[in-house]
């Protein structure tokens, strides 16, 4: 199986990319000497545009937007090393490869977002990486520096600012969502340990007869000792339980083949680091209530986040399978929930208390003249934009 998966398009090493001409996101054709700053090839929509303006901006390059928005060219900068290593939206600075063009190429999926752990948990509403990447640099995030994400979701945040050297104190309200979170940052501490309990957890799967391989499934993870171990092999079974429920797939075999997928994974955030030289900046994920901070005052250096779309998705209805299998009860968890308790105009303004009770800590807690970014999306509820 290992030999299937080392055939993936986003496996490919950077020494090949020249066969990948025909996936867009890695074109590697020849260009012009003369162009100094080369975006990537998905970059397409304004805000994209906007946001790589930004990016040379405050990270002090002079440049001339040139081609009908399309081209940059390089006036003056001081360091193209720093541009090299930070940098989301570009891949080539005089001609060589940003580290995040190099990063991308680490993906185990059909889609450019989902490269290294990423993809791992089908959780929707995810932010886009390469957005998060460009933000973190905007708001002037150094490396050794903090950034907290009060609703970190699927972990998009942890995982860009840990490749940039960025410390990230991750938030959620839903523990589902600090597993998954946890998983995609603390899992390549402990991949050796992982394959140490892989065979163990495998023969599990033998025991099909009358669904006995789940019992004994469950009883084998909890038996692992370390706890970073342990939740990877927790995500595993939800994405396979998440697959059956969602796709109506064999849980064995999903279970089976996502474990192979996860490994190889984290294998390439642990290859990427290496090769890039990265230091990685240190996570700290946990169950908490963004009305009810548990940080001190002004100890923060930036903020990026995204609040619950809950008006528009119920989290706590959408990841019932997880969750129950994890086993919470829905009832009681749905109360601690912002924006999914009450009905009509009382949902709406128990949303808008919860979110005014959240911006006043996140601005607790942000030190002086630094930057907080809030994402909102449109959602239309009760027939109207709110």
């Known amino acids: 199986m290992t030999d299937g998966i080392e055939n993936f398009k986003g496996k490919r090493m950077l020494e090949r990319a020249e066969e990948l001409d025909a996936f867009w996101a890695y074109s590697t054709e020849q260009l012009p000497e003369d162009k100094q700053l080369v975006l990537l090839d998905n970059v397409q929509f304004i805000y994209e545009l ?11 390059v002079r440049f001339e937007v040139t081609n009908g928005l399309r081209e940059f060219r390089l006036i003056e900068t001081q360091d193209e090393e720093k541009l090299r290593k930070k940098l989301a939206y570009f891949k080539l600075i005089k001609g060589k490869y940003t580290d995040y063009f190099r990063i991308i190429q680490k993906n185990r999926t059909r889609s450019v977002n989902q490269y290294l752990t990423h993809w791992i948990y089908p959780y929707k509403g995810k932010f886009h990486p390469q957005m998060i990447r460009a933000l973190l640099n905007i708001i ?68 099909t007869l009358f669904n006995l391989e789940n019992k004994s499934l469950d ?26 429920a969602r796709r109506g797939r064999d849980f064995s075999k999903a279970f089976l083949k996502n474990l192979e997928l996860m490994i190889a994974s984290v294998k390439d955030y642990i290859d ?53 299998a994890l086993g919470y009860g829905l009832a009681e968890i749905r109360e601690e929930f912002i ?29 002086p003249n630094k930057y907080a970014v809030i994402v909102i999306g449109n959602a239309t509820y009760l027939g109207g934009m709110q």
Not at 142 to 153: A, H, K, R, S, Y
Not at 219 to 244: G, N, Q, R
């Open 50 to 60: 906007a946001l790589a303006q930004l990016e040379l901006q405050f990270l002090g």
């Open 140 to 207: 002037g995030l150094e490396q050794g520096d903090t950034v907290l994400d009060p609703f970190i979701g699927s972990g998009t945040t942890a995982v860009e600012a840990q490749l940039l050297g960025i410390n990230c104190v991750g938030i959620d309200i839903s523990p589902l969502c600090v597993l998954q979170s946890k998983v995609k940052v603390e899992a390549i501490d402990v991949l050796q340990e992982i394959m140490e309990w892989k065979e163990e957890i495998t023969n599990r799967m033998g025991l």
């Open 219 to 244: 009883e084998t993870i909890e038996s692992i000792p370390d706890e970073k171990m342990k939740d990877f092999y927790k995500i595993a079974k939800l994405v396979a339980i998440s697959d059956e």
């Open 272 to 324: 990427i680091k290496k090769e890039l030289n990265l230091y990685l900046g240190k996570m700290d994920i946990k169950v908490g209530d963004s009305r009810r901070l548990p940080l001190e005052t002004e100890s923060i250096d930036g903020i990026i986040t995204s609040p619950p779309y809950s008006i528009a998705l119920d989290y706590v209805a959408n990841d019932a399978h997880a969750l129950k």
């Open 339 to 367: 924006g999914v308790r009450g009905k009509g105009q009382v949902k709406i303004n128990l949303y808008n208390e919860d979110m005014k009770k959240s911006l006043k800590e996140m601005f607790r807690v942000l030190k």
